[in-house]
């Protein structure tokens, strides 16, 4: 994605790219300020638990207004009517959606179109706050080769999915979609 923001930008490159990671960070311990709620939906109880403890600890004041994981066996993207109404009573700023890919931007898109809010995929990136997940090195991040980092380093179920999804993606970009 990162080499097809690139090759494809109408604009020079204006400042640094953000690290996923680097991202929820900040926004957990700025968002203090405002007393911003988050609402966290990720892939296991135990990473969301992981998340939220660590977080807590982190940036005291940290508001979680909830959490959700959907049940195992989930086929779709994790999003039901149990989802959507714990995050319309838990009415938070913020929706972290911490799922695998493709699952997440699908929840993302359900949950836009029937919630309003800021809804943000941070995929693995949860689990690496979480220290569930190792991150990706800083330079291997600036080359754009993360996705080979992940390949290289997680299960097999994963890279399956990312070989299939890779090669879709840069199929679309090529085609110019």
């Known amino acids: 994605m990162a080499w097809a923001m690139r090759v494809r930008a109408r604009f020079p490159r204006k400042g640094a790219p953000v690290r996923g990671p680097s991202f929820v960070v900040e926004v957990l311990d700025h968002g203090r300020d405002n007393d911003l709620r988050h609402f966290v939906i990720g892939s296991s109880d135990d990473t969301l638990t992981k998340f939220v403890d660590d977080a807590t600890i982190r940036y005291p004041g940290v508001n979680f207004a909830g959490t959700y994981a959907p049940p195992s066996g989930a086929t779709g993207n994790g ?21 695998d890919s493709p699952e997440r931007e699908f929840a993302a898109a359900a949950l836009a179109e029937r919630l309003p809010g800021v809804f943000v995929d941070v995929g ?29 380093f997680t299960s097999k179920p994963f890279r399956r999915r990312h070989l299939l999804g890779n090669a879709r993606f840069i199929l679309a970009v090529i085609r110019g979609k």
């Open 79 to 99: 999003v039901n009517h149990d989802c959507v109404e714990r995050i319309a009573e838990a009415d938070p700023d913020i929706v972290w959606i911490g799922l």
């Open 124 to 152: 693995v990136d949860l689990d690496v706050v979480a220290g569930a997940v190792r991150p990706t090195p800083t330079w291997i991040t600036d080359t754009g080769l993360a996705w080979v980092y992940r390949l290289l």
